[in-house]
């Protein structure tokens, strides 16, 4: 493989690269390529602009095609987390030491992906390098002694001396030289160039920026299925994390127990999980997608709430899950959730995807992050669906709150005052925010990042859900639409009457004020004349 950075820094990690992995070959120089390689890794070991950057990692993508290029990033570059990916690198890290290095070098050759980007600070960190201390100057100034009489003793072999006792005695200096700096970099390069495990490497530490969170993607093979493996061990890591609502308005989850909604989420994943092998498996058409809601909320209620739990009710034991099932209705929809083949083709039949005008592989990390925001909205909507239906059988069981809902609503009082606030924010949502999003083709999704649920508004067409608005909210849009006809024509006659006043008060009013000034003057003076 081709590692192409600094030389001590260079020398340093090819030597840590080969002696974890005895089989590697690390050169520095494309000169000393034994064929075409079979990756290139590229350490930015200064701050370049992005035109330029991208510009280099194009050429060397096209060079040296097809080997995986891995970019480690440096500290003080101020990307954002969309232009990163946006170069189209097949890797990049941006912290960790040797091992993950090792990690992402073995992903990456067994035709993976690896994107390693650390959580951005709200304004770039500017650090002071240390002074160096003796050792490190030291290995400096003698790998640089040995590297200029190294490129001596190249230039005098090449061509070869038709002496033969000089040109033994060269090639014999040169292996001298490179074991005395095989043995710098043994003795003194771990220590003194920050490469042992716990140290991050350099020219791959802190990002500075000021828009993403923390940002993992491993992607073993380029495939629907490792797509959709990676995006369910995110999320899957997210709900176990815990998440707290960052959307602005009242979530049915939220009333559920924080152990009952890890339950309900984790459930509903591992649902779609079995939903997504088993239409892979039988090709079953994605247009029934629909038509296996309802199950797989069965499914994933029943997993929540326990097979063998049972609760009293009215004098009698019964089991949690049934009686639920029994109650509950799940034909209900969300006429926000987007069109499910959005979602479903790239996942099963590992078809590109739009983003941002751009048709990318699902494999690409920009697509598999807009993957996940729809995975996500569909857990968080499905589960408000679920929760909505809990807390419908909650004010009729009294006995099931201690099991399902926090401690503040085994009151009746507080329970109905949720329920009743989330029904006039349903009603709301449906007759006036709907409407304005439909009208301004705007989609509101719900993604888990950061350890919350945040709301994002995707903008996409929305006339034919526009058309099938019933009367009341077509009332709606005719009011913004009403309003953006007139919106010209009324600004035009305020700036009108603006103009009008300007007039009056300076033309009119400010010289009747300055004629009756001058008068009140004139009187005076004749005042003071006459005495």
């Given at each position: ?160 001396p038709k002496e033969g006792l000089l040109r033994f005695l060269l090639e014999g200096r040169c292996r001298e030289l490179h074991q005395a700096r095989a043995l710098l970099l043994w003795l003194w390069g771990p220590l003194q160039m920050g490469l042992a495990d716990a140290v991050p490497l350099k020219g791959a530490s802190r990002l500075s920026s000021d828009d993403h969170d923390a940002t993992s993607i491993t992607l073993r093979q380029r495939n629907a299925a490792a797509v959709w493996d990676s995006i369910h061990d995110r999320l899957a890591g997210a709900v176990q994390a815990g998440l707290s609502n960052a959307t602005g308005r009242l979530l049915a989850i939220e009333a559920l127990q924080p152990e009952r909604r890890r339950e309900l989420l984790l459930a509903l994943l591992q649902q779609l999980d079995q939903l997504l092998a088993r239409l892979r498996r039988d090709e079953l058409d994605p247009d029934c997608w629909s038509d296996l809601q309802p199950e797989l909320r069965r499914q994933a209620l029943t997993s929540m709430a326990g097979s ?224």
């Amino acid at each position: 493989m081709l590692l192409l950075a600094p030389e001590p820094f260079g020398e340093s990690l090819a030597l840590q690269l080969t002696s974890r992995m005895s089989g590697w070959n690390v050169v520095l120089k494309a000169e000393q390529l034994k064929g075409a390689p079979k990756m290139v890794i590229w350490s930015i070991d200064a701050l370049l602009s992005l035109p330029a950057l991208q510009q280099e990692v194009r050429r060397l993508q096209e060079r040296w095609q097809p080997a995986p290029l891995l970019l480690l990033l440096p500290e003080s570059f101020t990307a954002s987390r969309d232009q990163l990916l946006a170069l189209g690198a097949e890797g990049l890290l941006q912290s960790g030491g040797v091992e993950q290095l090792t990690d992402a070098i073995e992903t990456m050759l067994s035709g993976g992906r690896v994107v390693q980007l650390q959580a951005s600070a709200s304004q770039p960190s500017q650090t002071i390098s240390p002074a160096m201390g003796l050792g490190q100057w030291l290995l400096v100034s003698g790998l640089q002694q040995i590297s200029n009489d190294l490129q001596v003793i190249e230039a005098m072999l090449k061509p070869p001396p038709k002496e033969g006792l000089l040109r033994f005695l060269l090639e014999g200096r040169c292996r001298e030289l490179h074991q005395a700096r095989a043995l710098l970099l043994w003795l003194w390069g771990p220590l003194q160039m920050g490469l042992a495990d716990a140290v991050p490497l350099k020219g791959a530490s802190r990002l500075s920026s000021d828009d993403h969170d923390a940002t993992s993607i491993t992607l073993r093979q380029r495939n629907a299925a490792a797509v959709w493996d990676s995006i369910h061990d995110r999320l899957a890591g997210a709900v176990q994390a815990g998440l707290s609502n960052a959307t602005g308005r009242l979530l049915a989850i939220e009333a559920l127990q924080p152990e009952r909604r890890r339950e309900l989420l984790l459930a509903l994943l591992q649902q779609l999980d079995q939903l997504l092998a088993r239409l892979r498996r039988d090709e079953l058409d994605p247009d029934c997608w629909s038509d296996l809601q309802p199950e797989l909320r069965r499914q994933a209620l029943t997993s929540m709430a326990g097979s063998y739990v049972r609760i009293p009710r009215n004098g009698a034991l019964l089991p949690v899950a049934a009686a639920l099932l029994d109650d509950a209705e799940f034909t209900d929809e969300d006429e926000d959730l987007p069109d499910p083949i959005g979602m479903l083709a790239p996942l099963l039949a590992d078809q590109p995807v739009l983003v941002n005008g751009q048709l990318l592989p699902a494999d690409d990390p920009r697509a598999l992050l807009q993957l996940e925001t729809l995975v996500s909205n569909w857990l968080v909507r499905t589960a408000e669906l679920i929760g909505a239906e809990l807390l419908e059988a909650c004010g009729s069981w009294p006995e099931l709150r201690r099991y399902m809902l926090g401690e503040r609503l085994l009151a009746t009082r507080e329970l109905d005052r949720v329920r009743n606030q989330l029904n006039s924010q349903l009603r709301w949502a449906d007759w006036i925010e709907r409407p304005i999003q439909l009208y301004e083709s705007r989609r509101l999704l719900f993604e888990l990042r950061g350890g919350r649920i945040q709301p994002r508004l995707l903008t996409e067409p929305r006339d034919e859900e526009l058309n099938q608005l019933g009367w009341w909210q077509r009332q709606v849009a005719l009011l913004l639409e009403t309003r953006d006809a007139l919106a010209p024509q009324v600004q035009a006659v305020i700036q009108r009457l603006g103009d009008l006043a300007v007039v009056l008060l300076t033309q009119v009013l400010g010289r009747a004020i300055g004629l009756i000034g001058r008068g009140i003057a004139q009187g005076m003076g004749r005042g003071l004349g006459r005495g």
